[in-house]
């Protein structure tokens, strides 16, 4: 079946280290994007890619790096500057209709 | 500012009675498209319907229908005979096209429990 997976559904790091989120997709979309959801507070704009080799900051970026090798995937990397990593990450790539989401990842950060 | 604005933090109803959740948006654009999702305990979000701005036709899907007018920038959302399943977030969405692609804003989310 065509869609988005996230990978792993929960993680757990300690406060200093980078961390790595996977995001693919098998629906053959150009974008892609992720976000950030804390409770109250909506979602996020982090990065989004519109396509292959290129890739445009969100809303909140810093502390935070993509890549966009290959059109199936685009991973991001908390890194340690992001002051307050711990939430709930997620991934969606964009048809013609809609954005589709993956089920997400929840970082701890201790 | 925001560009959308949902206003209901929480709701709480009955099993079987009606519930709209309320969404105004913000935009300068006259091309753009608005979206609900819904958000179950499980987290994925789960797309429900699109609307482009030159379409106010109401819309209406099973017990789930859609009210767009333009002229108060607003897109409510009504579930009709709620049931315990209907309990989620449900997220209204703004796109707009930049010079950098698609744009979208979302809500800060309405959280909707059914109460059986």
């Known amino acids: 079946d065509g869609g988005i997976t996230q990978s792993p559904k929960y993680l757990f790091r300690k406060e200093g280290q980078n961390v790595t989120l996977s995001c693919e997709q098998n629906?053959?979309?150009?974008?892609m994007y992720w976000y950030r959801q804390d409770p109250g507070q909506g979602l996020r704009l982090i990065y989004y890619?519109?396509?292959?080799?290129?890739?445009q900051k969100g809303d909140i970026a810093e502390g935070y790096s993509v890549s966009r090798e290959k059109k199936e995937s685009f991973p991001l990397t908390v890194t340690s500057a992001q002051k307050n990593p711990t939430a709930f990450y997620l991934c969606?790539?964009?048809?013609?209709?809609?954005?589709?989401f993956g089920n997400g990842t929840r970082l701890t950060v201790t | 500012a925001q560009k959308v604005t949902q206003a209901q933090t929480e709701i709480s109803v009955v099993e079987k009675e009606d519930v709209t959740l309320d969404c105004v948006y913000e935009t300068r654009d006259t091309t753009y498209y608005l979206f609900w999702y819904k958000q179950p305990p499980s987290g994925e979000l789960v797309f429900l319907i699109r609307?482009?701005?030159?379409?106010?036709q109401n819309e209406i899907s099973g017990r789930y229908s859609w009210n767009f007018q333009k002229s108060t920038s607003s897109f409510n959302f009504t579930i009709t005979a709620s049931q315990v399943v209907d309990s989620a977030v449900y997220f209204c969405?703004?796109?707009?096209?930049?010079?950098?692609?698609?744009?979208?804003?979302f809500g800060t989310g309405t959280s909707l429990t059914v109460i059986p």
């Open positions: 890619s519109q396509i292959v080799n290129d890739f």
């Open positions: 969606a790539s964009r048809d013609r209709a809609a954005l589709h």
């Open positions: 969405a703004l796109s707009e096209l930049t010079n950098t692609g698609n744009q979208f804003y």
């Open positions: 629906l053959n979309h150009d974008a």
């Open positions: 609307r482009n701005s030159f379409d106010e």
